[in-house]
C-alpha cells in the first residue's frame, strides 16, 4: 500500500537515499531540506514534493509544519532524520543552543505541530537517532542548552537521546490513539554528514576514512526503510530503540514526560 512520507534532512546522505528507494516502491515522498539550491536539485531529479527548512529558525519548522499540513492532510509516515554535529557552543536567534534546536527541539515541533495528520493516518514517527545516545550523552533537564561541560560530541549525544526519550513519549501519550515511533542508529555513513562540523568529528568526515571504512548511505538508509515500510507491532515495537534492526536496550534517564512539558513550555505549546 502507497504510504505519503514526509523525510526531514532529505536532500543528502540517508535521507536521499531513502526518498530514492521509496519513490521506486511507489510511495508518495515529501522531501524537506535545509538547501534550497539542495533539496530543489534532488527534489527534481526525483520529481516529488518537497519543502525547505533551516532548523536552527524555528520560525522556519512552523512555517514548514503549516505548509505541510495545508497539502496534507494525512501523514503515513514522518521521519525526523535531518541533523548535525556542530563545533564551538553558538545560540540560535531563538536563543537555544544550537545543537539542541537543530538535533532534538526542532523536531519536537515539527511532530507536535503536525499532530492531527499524523493521528489521521495512524503514522509511525522515525527518529534517527545515533549510538552516541549510548557512549557520549548525560541529559539534564536544568541545562538542556548545554551550557555547562559543553562540547560538540556531548551535545549531539544528548539531543540524540532526547530523540529516544520524545520516542517513548510519543508511545505512551499517543499509541493509544493510533500513532507509532522508534527510533534507530544507522550506523556510519560515506555521506556529507558531518563534513562542515567545525569539530573533530568534521575533521574525519573530510577525510578518506568514511569512503574506505563506512557504509554507503543507501545501505545505511536500510533501517529507516524497515521501519517506515514495515507493520509496527508486528514487525517492530512502538516505542523503542534498533540498532541493526534489533531492539536495543538503553540506560535511559527516567525524564520522558518531564522533557516533554520542558519542550512544550519552551516552544510555548500546551503541555
Given amino acids: 500500500m502507497s504510504k505519503t512520507i514526509v523525510i526531514t534532512g532529505a536532500s543528502d546522505g540517508i535521507g536521499l537515499a531513502a526518498a530514492r528507494q521509496l519513490l521506486r516502491e511507489g510511495h508518495r515522498v515529501v522531501?524537506?531540506?535545509?538547501s534550497p539550491h539542495k533539496t530543489r536539485a534532488a527534489a527534481e531529479e526525483l520529481r516529488t514534493e518537497h519543502f525547505t527548512a533551516d532548523f536552527a529558525s524555528l520560525g522556519d519548522v512552523r512555517a514548514l509544519a503549516?505548509?505541510?499540513?495545508?497539502?496534507?492532510?494525512?501523514?503515513d509516515v514522518l521521519v525526523n532524520n535531518a541533523g548535525a554535529i556542530l563545533g564551538e557552543r553558538t545560540v540560535?536567534?531563538?536563543?537555544?543552543?544550537?545543537?539542541?534546536?537543530?538535533?532534538?527541539?526542532?523536531?519536537?515541533?515539527?511532530t507536535t505541530l503536525l499532530m492531527d495528520?499524523?493521528?489521521?493516518?495512524?503514522?509511525?514517527?522515525?527518529?534517527?537517532?545515533s549510538n552516541a545516545a549510548r557512549l557520549s550523552s548525560r541529559v539534564e533537564l536544568d541545562d538542556l542548552d548545554n551550557?555547562?561541560?559543553?562540547?560538540?560530541?556531548?551535545?549531539?549525544?544528548?539531543?540524540?537521546?532526547?530523540?529516544i526519550l520524545f520516542t517513548q513519549e510519543l508511545h505512551r501519550r499517543y499509541h493509544s490513539r493510533g500513532l507509532s515511533?522508534?527510533?534507530?542508529h544507522p550506523g556510519g555513513a560515506a555521506s556529507g554528514f558531518a563534513r562542515s562540523s567545525?569539530?573533530?568529528?568534521?575533521?574525519?568526515?573530510?577525510?578518506?576514512?568514511?569512503g574506505l571504512f563506512f557504509q554507503s548511505p543507501a545501505k545505511a538508509a536500510g533501517q529507516m526503510l524497515w521501519l517506515a515500510t514495515s507493520e509496527p507491532g508486528r514487525h517492530w515495537v512502538s516505542g523503542g530503540y534498533y540498532e541493526k534492526r534489533r531492539l536495543r536496550a538503553v540506560n535511559v534517564p527516567p525524564v520522558a514526560s518531564e522533557l516533554w512539558d520542558r519542550s512544550?513550555?519552551?516552544l510555548g505549546l500546551a503541555p
Fill in 198 to 210: 567545525r569539530s573533530p568529528v568534521g575533521t574525519l568526515f573530510r577525510s578518506p576514512v568514511p
Fill in 264 to 266: 512544550a513550555g519552551l
Fill in 92 to 110: 540560535t536567534g531563538d536563543g537555544f543552543e544550537e545543537s539542541f534546536q537543530v538535533n532534538y527541539l526542532a523536531h519536537f515541533l515539527l
Fill in 147 to 163: 551550557s555547562r561541560r559543553y562540547s560538540p560530541v556531548r551535545a549531539y549525544g544528548n539531543a540524540k537521546m532526547e530523540l
Fill in 117 to 129: 495528520p499524523l493521528l489521521a493516518g495512524g503514522a509511525s514517527v522515525i527518529q534517527t537517532s
Fill in 181 to 184: 515511533a522508534a527510533a534507530f
Fill in 66 to 75: 503549516a505548509k505541510i499540513a495545508a497539502r496534507h492532510r494525512r501523514i
Fill in 31 to 34: 522531501m524537506v531540506g535545509r
